[in-house]
């Protein structure tokens, strides 16, 4: 024992030790990802092999051999694509080891990398055991595995299923379409295209690094590199909206065509929506998770108040701003104000803002548009943990979803004699079906994209109606109907006359809800008629069962454009305390919650809320109070149950809101009238857009 011991101090194995802690805290300061590689040769008999037989035996340790065949493959990867051992360096190892960590460091180099690394621990290797210190190195703690979810090997089993999507869109797509893909995302023509830019630029520069490379282990290191700080979802880029993007192009779709597909894809009732209802087992483990995650508390939201916004663009002196002596301020606010006999004024928001704001003293809004509605909501128990992308416990839905694109019921009737105004994916899956698109007197055509059984009718002028169970009257007939059982997620339903066969009269064509399978989102639905060359659009949503809407009522005469009768009824505005055409007082303006830290979230949306007096949201069956594209990616593995949660649950505090009101994207054409009073002076100002 003695000798054993004097040549383990002659050998100098501590500084031996301290040579393998110390090379490895210095690959590692600079935050270098680390990779697990696969060696056909066993790492430790390597190790033992190389050292003197006459006094190998006093290195046959079981921890520090433990050590070496579990962490021994440690790498990094450079940004030429070379592979560097993380732990064996000979220049700095004793002269009786360097034998041996180079051969091991040339084993571990020649290899192929098979994993990003996780660790759930800190310590790799045992620091101590037996009264003598072994082989370890030590973790920071931004190297520790922080998901809840998923323990360190089920990550590191994850990077080998993204290093094989990654590698498999490095093959398929050509460098020209990915940067043409960017030029168009960028280029701020998509719909909400900011929320990809990343992504889009991230996967440009992956492809510009390796296309040069002709050594295929350099490629393949390269893209492990890129595996390990890609954001998650980037590695399987060909099944993201992105990815459908690249595709188009390089199918020769024309441009005009993919955006208005990708436009569909990202249209709110679509986007981030869940389609099947959770099984039993997937809301077991959500429960389980949301308790070690602690967000139980989290999940319960209430209306937000105005005193809760921390942040404001602008807000009225005369609101009530919970103060005590708040309301002596708004009676003493001044009767008669001057009215400027001017134009109304045409102006972006931008320049609003920086020209009219600053100076504005009081603010109304006309109220037009009920797919502008919005309501701010916030946790119900104060200090919870973060749920979403910003750092505020605040989000916001519109009266048709996340962003208001969806409009809701007979106010978003669109006219339009353009033949380009068409929905496309409309057409396409009506002549999927079998059904006939073009060449009709009368055509009226639904779609939606979830498996509810949704039914179109059509009451005819002889006052006999097309239907499911009817498909013919005369000339006019049902020729696509689907989802009676509910087989599709892209359905479509179609009611036609052909050319010259439309008798003259009233048509009636009312959308029904037979069957609900939407798992508590609603179903948002989209009706296209076509009458003499017009085209006319109506955004719909059924929250139930067992609901019906007349969509398009109007009497037909050959050869006359035709005259809607009573599609403006039933515009929701009463559910929000409102009137359609009235102003309404501005109390205050705000930004979307996820600009307001500093921290620029844009991809979630940039939007601009004006929170009215005496709004608030008693509808049924709309709120939402959050959406999965909010949400922190940690809860991705459970979006599913998170939103049957929140369709479900009713947002607390309805009847004390205060910061309701409408909203605008930046992306959306705004069209809202202001009244406004600045230098005591009244007028009118139209903001058309953003910018």
């Known amino acids: 024992m003695v000798k054993a011991i004097i040549n383990l101090e002659n050998h100098h194995y501590d500084n031996f030790e301290k040579s393998i802690k110390d090379d490895f805290a210095e690959i590692i300061k600079n935050k270098k990802q680390l990779f697990k590689v696969r060696i056909s040769t066993d790492l430790w008999e390597a190790y033992i092999d190389a050292l003197d037989p006459n006094e190998r035996q006093q290195y046959k340790c079981?921890?520090?051999?433990?050590?070496?065949?579990?962490?021994?493959?440690?790498?990094?990867?450079?940004?030429?694509?070379?592979?560097?051992?993380?732990?064996?360096?000979?220049?700095?190892?004793?002269?009786?080891?360097?034998?041996?960590?180079?051969?091991?460091?040339?084993?571990?180099?020649?290899?192929?990398?098979?994993?990003?690394?996780?660790?759930?621990?800190?310590?790799?290797?045992?620091?101590?055991?037996?009264?003598?210190?072994?082989l370890a190195v030590a973790l920071p703690e931004s190297y520790i595995n922080q998901s809840v979810w998923k323990k360190a090997n089920?990550?590191?089993?994850?990077?080998?299923?993204?290093?094989?999507?990654?590698?498999?869109?490095?093959?398929?797509?050509?460098?020209?379409?990915?940067?043409?893909?960017?030029?168009?995302?960028?280029?701020?023509?998509?719909?909400?295209?900011?929320?990809?830019?990343?992504?889009?630029?991230?996967?440009?520069?992956?492809?510009?690094?390796?296309e040069n490379e002709t050594d295929l282990e350099v490629i393949r290191h390269l893209t492990w590199l890129y595996v390990a700080e890609a954001k998650s979802g980037y590695c399987d880029?060909?099944?993201?909206?992105?990815?459908?993007?690249?595709?188009?192009?390089?199918?020769?779709?024309?441009?005009?065509?993919?955006?208005?597909?990708?436009?569909?894809?990202?249209?709110?009732?679509?986007?981030?929506?869940?389609?099947?209802?959770?099984?039993e087992e997937e809301v077991i483990k959500a429960e389980e998770l949301v308790g070690k995650l602690g967000i139980t508390d989290s999940l319960k939201r209430r209306y937000a108040k105005l005193e809760d916004i921390p942040t404001f663009m602008w807000r009225s002196r005369y609101s009530d701003n919970g103060n005590v002596f708040s309301k002596?301020?708004?009676?003493?606010?001044?009767?008669?104000?001057?009215?400027?006999?001017?134009?109304?004024?045409?102006?972006?928001?931008?320049?609003f803002k920086e020209t009219v704001l600053p100076k504005a003293t009081n603010i109304e809004a006309k109220v037009e548009n009920t797919s502008r509605l919005m309501g701010l909501v916030t946790e119900s128990i104060s200090n919870s943990k973060p749920l979403?992308?910003?750092?505020?416990?605040?989000?916001?839905?519109?009266?048709?979803?996340v962003d208001g694109k969806i409009k809701k019921g007979s106010q978003s009737v669109k006219i339009s004699d353009d033949s380009s105004e068409k929905d496309r994916e409309i057409e396409r899956r009506i002549q999927v079906a079998g059904g006939k698109y073009d060449d009709n007197d009368i055509r009226c055509s639904l779609r939606w994209e979830n498996y509810t059984d949704l039914d179109l009718q059509c009451l005819t002028p002889k006052g006999k109606q097309i239907d499911f169970s009817r498909n013919k009257v005369g000339k006019g007939k049902m020729d696509v109907d689907m989802n009676l059982m509910g087989e599709s997620e892209m359905p479509v339903a179609n009611i036609r006359w052909p050319k010259n066969t439309a008798a003259n009269g009233s048509y009636c064509f009312t959308v029904v809800n037979y069957d609900d399978r939407s798992n508590g989102s609603g179903t948002f639905y989209k009706v296209e008629l076509e009458v003499e060359g017009y085209i006319y659009h109506y955004h719909g949503y059924f929250p139930f069962d067992d609901m019906h809407e007349h969509v398009f009522e109007f009497n037909y005469e050959k050869g006359r454009p035709i005259n809607l009768i009573g599609v403006?009824?039933?515009?929701?505005?009463?559910?929000?305390?409102?009137?359609?055409?009235?102003?309404?007082?501005?109390?205050?303006?705000?930004?979307?919650?996820?600009?307001?830290?500093?921290k620029d979230a844009e991809e979630s949306g940039n939007h601009t809320f004006f929170l009215l007096d005496g709004c608030h949201d008693k509808s049924k069956g709309k709120s939402r109070g959050f959406f999965n594209e909010m949400l922190r990616s940690d809860f991705k593995e459970i979006n599913k149950i998170l939103e049957a949660y929140t369709a479900s649950t009713p947002i607390q505090g309805a009847e004390d809101a205060t910061a309701c009101g409408l909203g605008f994207s930046k992306e959306s054409t705004w069209d809202l009238t202001l009244k406004v009073t600045a230098d005591g002076l009244e007028r009118l100002i139209l903001i058309d857009r953003f910018d």
């Open 62 to 134: 079981s921890c520090c051999r433990s050590f070496i065949r579990k962490y021994g493959d440690l790498v990094i990867i450079d940004t030429d694509g070379r592979l560097k051992s993380a732990i064996w360096h000979p220049a700095s190892a004793p002269s009786y080891f360097k034998e041996a960590v180079g051969n091991l460091k040339l084993l571990v180099e020649a290899s192929r990398v098979t994993s990003v690394f996780h660790s759930d621990q800190r310590h790799l290797g045992k620091v101590m055991s037996g009264g003598r210190h072994h």
């Open 328 to 351: 002596i301020i708004t009676q003493s606010r001044p009767f008669e104000i001057p009215r400027l006999r001017v134009p109304i004024k045409t102006m972006t928001w931008k320049k």
């Open 568 to 598: 403006y009824h039933n515009l929701g505005y009463s559910d929000w305390n409102l009137e359609i055409g009235n102003f309404k007082t501005v109390n205050a303006i705000v930004k979307s919650p996820n600009l307001w830290d500093g």
């Open 154 to 210: 089920q990550l590191m089993i994850e990077s080998q299923k993204d290093f094989e999507q990654l590698s498999a869109a490095l093959n398929t797509y050509r460098t020209e379409s990915v940067a043409t893909i960017k030029a168009l995302i960028l280029s701020d023509v998509l719909y909400r295209g900011g929320r990809f830019s990343d992504m889009i630029s991230w996967f440009n520069q992956v492809i510009l690094h390796v």
């Open 388 to 401: 979403f992308q910003w750092n505020n416990a605040f989000s916001w839905y519109y009266h048709g979803g």
């Open 237 to 279: 880029i060909k099944k993201s909206v992105v990815g459908a993007l690249i595709a188009d192009y390089e199918f020769g779709i024309p441009i005009e065509t993919i955006i208005q597909r990708y436009n569909e894809k990202l249209d709110p009732a679509n986007y981030m929506r869940i389609r099947k209802k959770p099984s």
